[in-house]
């Protein structure tokens, strides 16, 4: 059964500092890996994913995530956090049509000014 | 080109009633998935329809029901409504191998 794990539950970074949320998932094949950014009482937003290729992957808002298959993680980055970036995140792991995704519990990110 | 739209927004429901709730999927989307996040915790996925048919289902009940129609909407029905189906439901919808995109889904509280 595929699941994903999320350890930090919050992360309380400073406006302008680089951010690094981690993710683990276990997958019986090459996964379809997802970061989603939810609001408080919104839907998810699709930050990026990975099918293929290019182990590193860039995304919107000016987050990238990379790939690293020998440690099962896709871990998201940013260099440089906005307030604007305040939020929830998920990591999500697809089946092979990229659907019926099993999320992570989510890390609630807080941004001091 | 529209987004998934859900409705209603927010409902309140008694124990033991049923619920409908409704979900229209993006355009030229095939394939709907349904979703129930509880406060605090991660997405988990209830089940997904493709072209009207039941395409697959995670560990929820039978209480917890689809449909989907030509037109690719989809509803999901909810019978003897318990406590613990207060959460937020997420529709998502998506076509052949490409990312699924998500509505902003329906608060149902159950008292």
């Known amino acids: 059964a595929q699941s994903v794990t999320q350890p930090d539950i919050h992360i309380t970074v400073s406006e302008g500092a680089s951010l690094e949320l981690r993710c683990n998932y276990s997958?019986?094949?090459?996964?379809?890996l997802f970061w989603y950014v939810q609001s408080p009482g919104q839907g998810l937003q699709l930050l990026l994913k990975y099918f293929s290729g290019d182990t590193l992957v860039q995304g919107i808002k000016g987050f990238e995530a990379e790939f690293k298959r020998s440690q099962s993680s896709f871990n998201l980055r940013k260099p440089s956090v906005h307030w604007s970036d305040a939020a929830e995140y998920f990591c999500a792991v697809g089946n092979n049509a990229g659907n019926m995704l099993t999320f992570g519990g989510g890390t609630r990110l807080m941004v001091k000014p | 080109e529209t987004g998934v739209t859900q409705s209603p927004t927010h409902l309140i429901k008694t124990r033991g009633q049923q619920v409908t709730l409704r979900c229209s999927s993006q355009?030229?989307?095939?394939?709907v998935s349904w979703y129930q996040q509880a406060l605090g915790q991660g997405p988990q996925f209830i089940f997904q329809?493709?072209?009207?048919?039941?395409?697959g289902r995670g560990n929820f009940p039978p209480r917890f029901s689809g449909l989907q129609f030509p037109n690719y909407s989809s509803e999901l029905n909810v019978n003897a409504l318990e406590l613990d189906d207060s959460a937020l439901y997420l529709c998502a919808s998506s076509s052949g191998q490409h990312e699924a995109f998500f509505g902003q889904g329906t608060r149902l509280t159950v008292v």
């Open positions: 329809y493709y072209r009207e048919e039941e395409n």
């Open positions: 355009s030229g989307h095939n394939t």
């Open positions: 997958y019986g094949a090459t996964p379809y």
